[in-house]
């Protein structure tokens, strides 16, 4: 039987398809955390907005990052983008109330920086916070590491 497992997963690995999803996700200490698996990373009354490295591990490889205009008024829980991937289209669904005031070009012609930096240089918006008091409804890294293991554990 252990045979036929290691036998699958080679297969598995060989054929890049993915069988069981990775259990050491990157999470930050110092961020926020939205159940939609997005972050933000607050600085006064400006926040960074990205996707989580769980969100981008289920994605698989990033190949197009749909940006909103600068100015643009975003509300918490309200999709402002998409992310495409080699499996899927997802919402990028805002974690936060504001304006962007600032979209990561750098998206439009290197998408994979969300695969292979999500924290860093994959981010997606900047955003003035319209309501501070909205940081209350996210998760911080322990509540969001928990969030994400009880969500693998259901798949």
Same mark, same amino acid.
């Given at each position: ?11 598995? %690995?060989?054929?890049?398809? +993915? ?5 050491? +996700?990157?999470? #930050?200490?110092? #961020?926020?955390?939205?159940?939609? @698996? *997005?972050?933000?990373?607050? &600085? ?8 989580? &490295?769980?969100?981008?591990? @289920? #994605? !698989? *490889?990033?190949?197009?990052? *749909?940006?909103?205009?600068? !100015?643009?008024? =975003? ?5 402002? !983008?998409?992310?495409? +991937? ?23 012609? %290197? ?13 997606? =918006?900047?955003?003035? =916070? ?22 693998? !554990?259901?798949?």
């Amino acid at each position: 039987m252990a045979s036929r497992l290691l036998w699958a997963s080679r297969a598995a %690995s060989y054929l890049r398809i +993915s069988v069981f999803h990775r259990c050491f +996700s990157t999470v #930050l200490k110092d #961020l926020k955390y939205a159940d939609s @698996h *997005e972050w933000v990373k607050v &600085d006064g009354n400006s926040a960074t907005v990205g996707i989580t &490295d769980h969100a981008q591990d @289920h #994605l !698989g *490889e990033v190949v197009y990052v *749909e940006l909103p205009e600068v !100015g643009a008024s =975003i509300t918490q829980g309200d999709s402002f !983008g998409a992310v495409e +991937s080699v499996k899927a289209t997802s919402d990028v669904i805002s974690p936060v109330s504001g304006e962007v005031v600032q979209v990561n070009e750098e998206l439009n012609n %290197s998408p994979g920086l969300v695969n292979s930096s999500p924290y860093e240089k994959g981010w997606i =918006i900047k955003v003035d =916070i319209k309501d501070s008091g909205e940081l209350n409804n996210l998760m911080d890294s322990e509540k969001y590491t928990k969030f994400c293991e009880e969500e693998d !554990g259901k798949h």
